[in-house]
């Protein structure tokens, strides 16, 4: 390699090396450390209790035709903020 080919590492290794500093350890930009999405720092849980009208239980049809209608409501109320990966378990 050429004396240019050497100067342009150079000069990218030493870019690479502020970036890493810069946004790991230093707290002159900002925040110290990396700031962790929600999937990182753990998540969120929530659960929901169905409470069925009388003479409608869990199993049967007209149960399981309500927890459906309500899980696609939901789905249809979460899924339009675009989060990622939110799971819907009966």
């Not at 870019?15 to 110290?32: E, R």
């Not at 929530?46 to 209608?69: A, H, K, M």
């Amino acid at each position: 390699m050429n004396r240019r080919n050497y100067i342009v590492l150079g000069i990218i290794i030493v870019i690479m090396i502020f970036a890493v500093v810069a946004l790991a350890v230093n707290p002159i930009f900002g925040k110290s450390g990396f700031a962790l999405g929600l999937d990182l720092k753990g998540g969120i849980s929530l659960q929901y209790r169905v409470q069925f009208p009388q003479g409608v239980t869990p199993g049967s049809t007209q149960g399981n035709q309500l927890i459906t209608s309500g899980i696609s409501v939901i789905q249809s109320r979460i899924d339009k903020f675009g989060l990622t990966g939110p799971r819907y378990i009966r």
